[in-house]
Each structure stands twice: as C-alpha cells, then as structure tokens.
C-alpha cells in the first residue's frame, strides 16, 4: 500500500519516547512484575508507528474496516502497547497502573477481548506472523487500503510458525504486510548469538521473498524513514530488522539481561525514571 | 463397510463428501465463507470450493500452525474461513494456535478435521486422528460435531457456518450408511432419537451410529429394546437427553470412533454422574494407537461393532 508519510515532529517524537518509557518502568514497578527490557527496546518503532504518522488508526472506532493494524507478537511486551494505547487514546492513562491486576483488563499479555485497540491475544510466541497475513490477505478480498505492521522478538522467531508465515506471505505476494524484528541481542535466558546467529537473520528475511532493511532502531529518523518505506513498499511483503537495546534508556537494565520479566522494585524506580529524564 | 448392515442401511457417500458439497454450495452464497488449506484440499474435499472461488481460497501450504494463524486473522477483519485438514494434523500439530489464535479469543473460525478414526484403514496411525475430539472438547467456547452420514454432515456444515464462534466438524474418509434422508432435523446440541427403547440407551456418532443400530437391532431379536441416539454434538452436550436416557432405562453404552480418554464416553459419563449416576459402558479405540491395514477388519479388531455394542448393553440389562 502506497500512502503519504509527512515527516514528523522528531522533537516531539523523542519527549515521547520517554514518557512512553517511563510509563513501562512505572507500571511494570508497581505491577511487580512483567516485562519492562523487552517493551523498552521497542519504543522509537511503536512511537513512530503510531505518533510518526505511519499508521492510520481512530482511537474512537477501533474497528474501523480500513484501519492499519499492529500485532504485537511478542506480547510479554505489552506494557509498551499499553502505553502507546493510552497515549492513542484508546485506554485511560491512569489505567496502565491497574496492569496485571485481577480487576483490570490489562492483563500480563494482551488480550483482544478486553482492551480496545489491542489486534491479536499473543503471549504464545510465533503467532502473530500468521495473524497478520490473514489480516493482509482480507484486505484484498475486501478491497480496502490498509497496512499490518508485526513486530516480533529475536529470539521468538527461532519459532517454526514464523517462517511458515514468512514462506506463504511471500507466495502470496502481500505488499501490506510489515514484518519489525526487535533485534534486542537477547531472548530470556541467553543472548540470541548463543542460541541463533542474528548477523544472518537479514539474509534470512531475504531469501524468504522479503524486502529487508536493518536499522537502529533507536534512531528515530532512520526507524521512521524505514517504516514509511515499508508501508509504501509495492511489490511483496517487507521486513524491518530493527537493532536495538533490550532495557533501553536504564543502563543497569540494559546491562543484565537477567531483568527480563522483572519490574523495576520500587526502590530503585526513580533512578531508573531520572535516567530516562 | 459391514456396518449397518444388520440394521438394513443403504450406503450413502462419505462424510468428507458432504462436506465437501455443503461447503461449495455455501460458497456460491455466502461471499464471507473463505477456506484455508495445507494443501490437501483434495483429500479433504475443500478442493471443490475452491475450483469455484479460486480468490477465497488459499493454500498456505504446508503448514498447519500458519494455517490456523492465517484464519484467525481472517477472522478477526471479518471473514468466515474454514480450516480444513486431517484431523489428525489439524488439532495435534497447531493445537496451540488453535487455542490461543482461535479460542482465546473467541474467532469465528471453523476447524474441519478429515480422515477421522481408524477405518481410514491402510494409511496407519500418524494419519488416524483418534484424539481429535478430546483436544477440541478441552478448548472452551469450541462447538464439537461428528455427524454419522452424508445428509446430516450437510447440515452440520450449514450450521457451522451460521454459528458465531469457533466449531471443530469431524468428518471421515470412506462411504458411510445413510442413517437419515435429506430432510434430516439438525440442530447443533440437540441430539438425534433414531430408535426409542426402555432396556437400554446407546449413544453413538460418527461411523459408530450405523453399529449402535445393528446392535439395537441385534438386541430387539432377544426382546431387549434400545433406545439410539445419535450424539452428533459432542459440546455442547445435550444433557436433557441423557439424563431421559439414564432415568428411562437401565444404562448407557457409548459408542465411538476415538480414543477412550477425553471423547464423547467422558463427556457422557461425566455428565451423567452430575446428576443421573447410571450404569455407562464404553465402545472406543481404548488407549492405544491403532495400527495399519483394511479398515472394516481394524474396526472388528478394536471392537468397534454393533456385536460389541450389544454385548455390552446386554450385560447393562441383565445386571
Ligand atoms: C511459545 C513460547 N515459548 C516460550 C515462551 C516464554 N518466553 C517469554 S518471553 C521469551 C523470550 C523472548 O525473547 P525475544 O523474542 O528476544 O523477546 P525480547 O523479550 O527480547 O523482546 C520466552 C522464551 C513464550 N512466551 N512462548
Ligand atoms: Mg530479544
């Protein structure tokens, strides 16, 4: 799908980055737990996203036929959906602080029957790929113009699943499918070059019939041009290897990847929210 | 196919083929309905769908897992897509997308397992789905159905296609007996009545409804009369149904083409011992694996007869 993508307040976009960060590290801290690392690493790509103007939503008809659509495949992220979510306006802010609460909808990974704006329940890793080719593919039989952006983890996609929906996409030919791999250098146990070679995953992408870019995705110039140009891309289905830092922002975070899953305790939160600034 | 044949059924087409016929009639009508496929539409008669609506039919190859997530996100923008392959592969090999992609979420997706049961014969166990209805009962919201014949799988098939949620239709490969004519009442949930009885209750579906009948037939020659009932919906179960059953008559004995643990005689049994505990027996694959060879033999081997049935409905009789 082609679409014009004026460029952003990159200013703007940096002061909410970090707010978007700092609503991960307070609500993950007051949760006492979930997955503040991994939501932290995909913050510029969901800023742009959603506030760069590359995605066309409307918070107040979450349905809308012809809206874009953003899986979060790797949904133990969902403290940065949240987020993004609130800021949208989609949810309250003031709910994010209920997450993983037993009377709250924001449950510990998303779920679409609960919270508006949400497009798939992820939480088993290597799903969302295939989700959002049928998405993609609907969007054909219906004659709408519309995208699906999914973003997927390192390491979840050593899943099976996700090549077998990065195989059929490219059969298909879908040009509104935007695959982001959140290139954080680890999964939950290991770095990603213990486990698979992530220098190749490029390549990989790319010998599955995929337009592929790798970007810093912290850059947010760089990550916005390159979605953009995913969104425009005409001729199949793109992928965007974004290399990014899992914890980023916190450099006690960003240095021990053993914080996956772990809140901020409460009594280092405000190091961590001053870091960020 | 020797069953039925005590009972005097006629042989009507197998249930893959009414499937296959439904699902290419509604096709013709209902531009939401979409099917995909892990490429063997020809086996599962999805095929003839998509001859006629090459636009809507999609063939991810193979690839259950994606197959299941591509018609979850059919779904949710508002398609009706049917997922159709061996039973077998459909539920063992995607049962976790098949939970969290369709069920959790409640997708109206509809699941179509072919090639169910052992009669599949020469092909052997890793093509033999015998778990299928325990691993779909286990999801909740999903509707269940193992109709027995050509008619009733038409009808099933409509209705699945009307119901809002997600269904699992177990269909089978080889011709079956007709047990009803096209004017078939179904309704999902709602059990079938095929012959009343006051002795004892059958309750059977699938392949295993024409065997319950030889073996009613086998008993009214004692003096023992059967009640039938074709249970084409394994969930939601019809509890009025066999609660009449349980206090009508002495017993049940359930009848079907499946492993013993999770199917429709645990579904029946713990219904019953809800609130009718009665006396139940059970006709099933037990807990093993089959093996391969001529389906009609595999079925007298594993017990799954209309003489079985009624031997184990006579000692429910005679106490
Ligand atoms: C199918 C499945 N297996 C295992 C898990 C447990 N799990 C949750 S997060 C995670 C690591 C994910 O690593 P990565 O994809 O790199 O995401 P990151 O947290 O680094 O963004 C694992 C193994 C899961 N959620 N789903
Ligand atoms: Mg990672």
Known sequence: MTGIHTAPDFDRLAELSKSLRRDVLTMTSEAGSGHPTSSMSAVEVMASLYFGGIMKYDAKNPKMPDRDRFILSKGHASPILYAVLAEAGYIQKDQLNTLRRIDSPLEGHPNMLRVPGVEASTGSLGQG????LGHALNAKLDNLDYNVFVMMGDGEIQEGQVWEAAMAAANFGVSNL?????????????????????????????AFGWHTVEIDGHDLKETHAALAAAA???????????????????????????????GVPKDRLAEALEEIG | ????????????????DAFGRALQEIGASNPKVVVVDGDVANSTRAEWFGKDNPERFFNVGIAESNLIGVAAGLAASGKIPVAASFAAFLLCNSYDQIRMSVAFPKLNVKLVGSH????????GPSQMGIEDVSLACSLPG???????????TRKATQQMIEHDGPTYLRVGRG???LIYDENVDFQIGKANILRDGNDVTLVANGLMVSAALDAAEELAAEGITARVLDMHTVKPIDEAALRAAAVDTKGIVVAEEHLHHGGLGSVVASTIAQTNPCKIAFVDVGDQFA?????????????????NIAAKARKIVQG
Do not use: C
Request: proline share 4%; no cysteine; charged share 25%.
């Open chain 2, 142 to 152: 999903m509707v269940v159905m193992v109709p027995a014949d050509e008619h009733s």
């Open chain 2, 291 to 307: 093996k391969s060879g001529d389906g009609d033999a595999l079925l007298e081997e594993f017990g799954l007869t209309g003489a």
């Open chain 2, 175 to 177: 011709d079956v007996p």
């Open chain 2, 1 to 16: 196919m020797t069953l039925g044949t005590r009972a005097g059924l006629t042989m009507g087409k197998a249930t893959r």
């Open chain 2, 116 to 123: 169910a049961g052992i009669s599949i014969g020469e092909d």
């Open chain 1, 232 to 262: 425009d891309y005409s001729n199949g289905p793109a992928a965007i290897i974004a290399h990014t830092k899992k914890g980023k922002g916190v450099s006690f975070l960003e240095e021990d990847f053993s914080w996956h899953g772990r």
């Open chain 1, 178 to 206: 935007v695959a982001i791999v959140d290139l954080n250098g680890y999964q939950q146990t290991a770095p990603v070059t213990k486990v698979t070679d992530p220098s190749t995953y490029a390549d990989k992408w790319r």
């Open chain 1, 129 to 132: 790929l295939s989700m959002g």
